[in-house]
């Protein structure tokens, strides 16, 4: 599976600091539950990577 495939699949996704100083994504589909944990650095290089490919599905990448 790639980034472009798509696929039929519900997912949650929450998004937030946790009680250790580190940024959380948990995701949870199907009874699988998925916390990824990141330092404050690495979520603000996921957040400008989120905001980038944003920008390029616009069609207005800078």
Same mark, same amino acid.
């Given at each position: 599976m790639s980034i472009n495939?798509?696929?039929d699949? &519900?997912?949650n996704?929450?998004?937030g600091p946790t009680d250790k100083? *580190? /940024?959380r994504l948990?995701? &949870?589909a199907q009874? /699988?539950?998925i916390? *990824?944990?990141f330092t404050p650095e690495e979520a603000d290089e996921i957040a400008a990577e989120i905001?980038?490919?944003a920008e390029i599905a616009r069609g207005t990448s800078s």
């Open positions: 495939s798509e696929r699949i &519900e997912a996704l929450q998004i100083g *580190m /940024v948990y995701i &949870e009874g /699988v539950e916390p *990824m944990d905001i980038a490919s």
